[in-house]
């Protein structure tokens, strides 16, 4: 008996080996994979700038701060190699101004001039945790400066913080124009052609500087996700009581707007006619917290998605009305901004947004040639404002448009809901037909609709009073 629970004992072990044996050769190929590289741990921006431009690298910075004040071209540092991750948690760059108005700097081959503290142009690439700002407060050389341009594919700007400053002349918005003359720019995130399918993920942008906070250029199925954008407010009553500075040398004029048609207009705030500075009125220090423009060099911006983003204090809020090919913009907040909240074009979707009317529209559809864009706005706490009574503007054709308010008292019933107008921003062209043309309007509020000549099979719902201006 005991011969045979030896002889089983036996058995069982040469069975269980060998299971385990071939068990463990007849594992999948998937298991023998390589475990992925661990990241190199780097301290100096040297091996930064080697690393760089390698493919298929995993960098980590050691944490602290870092001073760029030196710099070979233009675009100080520059990503051009593809398929690597770069981790800067905890790191902050201080970029010195004073490399935006350097004459000696090589130029770059894509023939464009503009000056950059970083630029990615590899694919593939993934940058995550930085914390950047500029020091020094020196203009640049131009208007084009910025701290990042993306122009690489599939590049995740993540976590990224952004402080810019050294604009000239700050504290006076765009009352002296967009560019030119003695205006530069100091602006924060470009994405540009050929940029396509670039991400912005929580990433932070503090504008105490002239220029746009996120702005895109002829890019391609941009995502935008997470991401802050804040500015700096002053009313012209401020700037009037200067004894000294800028504006107190240019006896309060402004430079006058080049829209003949539109002379006491300039960016969300009215001046006099011969461009004398008005009290009573308010601007932005710096320009759109997140912007497209039409296109670069002929190729069109298109394809954007902007998600659960905030905007604050800035011109125009959320701007995707000047690029043509239907942008998304979901969950979005927008609050006292001075030229307009959210500007919509050409088959723009605004889902479950929010905005308030303190200094300007809370969204505007300017475009008269604009059709079938699609609205969803909750109007925030509109009290206290100045210097602007318009709560919302529509022009164009075949909009949908549903306005609503969490509380009717945060509305001043001196607000107006207009169609068909020239009033505030946008419709600079003297000669375009204006109209509002089968609009689909669903007013949830108490505030009056004002049908301004030019509006054409309207379909209105709601109980607020409805006035039809004759011409």
Not at 10 to 32: H, M, N, R, Y
Not at 286 to 297: A, C, K, T, V
Not at 404 to 421: G, S
Request: one cysteine or more; hydrophobic letters at 35%; glycine letters at 10%.
């Amino acid at each position: 008996m005991k011969l045979k629970t030896k002889y089983g004992i036996e058995l069982f072990f040469c069975v269980l080996v060998t299971f385990l044996f071939f068990g463990i050769s007849c594992q999948s190929p998937k298991e023998d994979k390589a475990p992925e590289p661990s990241f190199i741990v780097i301290d100096n921006l040297s091996d930064l700038k080697l690393y760089a431009a390698k493919d298929s690298v995993k960098i980590r910075l050691k944490s602290g701060n870092y001073q760029i004040d030196e710099a070979e071209s233009i675009r100080f540092l520059r990503f051009t190699g593809s398929n690597s991750h770069y981790d800067f948690t905890g790191v902050r760059f201080m970029v010195d101004t004073k490399l935006f108005s350097r004459k000696d700097l090589k130029i770059s081959n894509d023939g464009n001039s503009m000056y950059c503290a970083i630029e990615i142009s590899g694919n593939h690439v993934v940058i995550e945790g930085l914390y950047i700002e500029t020091y020094g407060d020196k203009p640049g050389r131009q208007s084009k400066n910025k701290i990042f341009n993306i122009v690489g594919t599939d590049v995740t700007l993540k976590d990224v913080e952004v402080r810019t400053s050294g604009s000239n002349p700050y504290g006076y918005g765009s009352l002296f124009g967009l560019g030119g003359g003695d205006v530069r720019k100091m602006n924060g995130i470009r994405v540009g052609y050929p940029a396509k399918d670039v991400k912005l993920i929580g990433c932070k942008v503090h504008m105490r500087a002239m220029g746009h906070a996120i702005f895109l250029q002829g890019a391609e199925n941009t995502f935008i996700e997470d991401c802050h954008v804040d500015g700096l407010l002053r009313t012209t009553d401020a700037i009037l009581a200067e004894t000294s500075g800028y504006m107190f040398d240019k006896d309060f004029y402004a430079k006058k707007p080049k829209h003949a048609h539109k002379p006491g207009y300039v960016e969300g705030t009215i001046i006099g006619l011969d461009g004398k500075i008005l009290p009573g009125e308010i601007i932005s220090l710096s320009e759109d917290g997140i912007r497209m423009y039409p296109e670069y060099n002929g190729h069109p911006t298109k394809n954007t998605t902007i998600k659960d983003c905030t905007v604050f204090q800035m011109r125009r809020g959320i701007c995707t009305g000047l690029s043509t090919s239907g942008d998304k913009v979901i969950n979005c907040m927008v609050r006292e901004c001075v030229a307009t909240g959210f500007n919509v074009g050409n088959n723009d979707s605004i889902v479950n947004c929010r905005a308030d009317a303190k200094f300007a529209e809370a969204f505007g559809v300017p475009y008269t040639k604009a059709k079938n864009a699609y609205v969803e706005i909750e109007i925030l706490d509109s009290r206290d404002g100045m210097a602007n009574n318009l709560l919302a503007k529509i022009n164009g054709s075949g909009h949908e448009v549903k306005i609503k308010t969490a509380n009717p008292e945060y509305i001043p019933e001196t607000m107006v809901i207009k169609l068909a107008t020239w009033e505030s921003y946008g419709n600079f062209h003297k000669n375009a037909s204006m109209h509002a043309t089968n609009i689909k309007l669903d007013n949830q509020t108490q505030t009056k609709v004002l049908l301004l000549p030019g509006t054409v099979n309207e379909d209105l719902v709601g109980t607020a009073e409805v006035v039809k201006v004759e011409q």
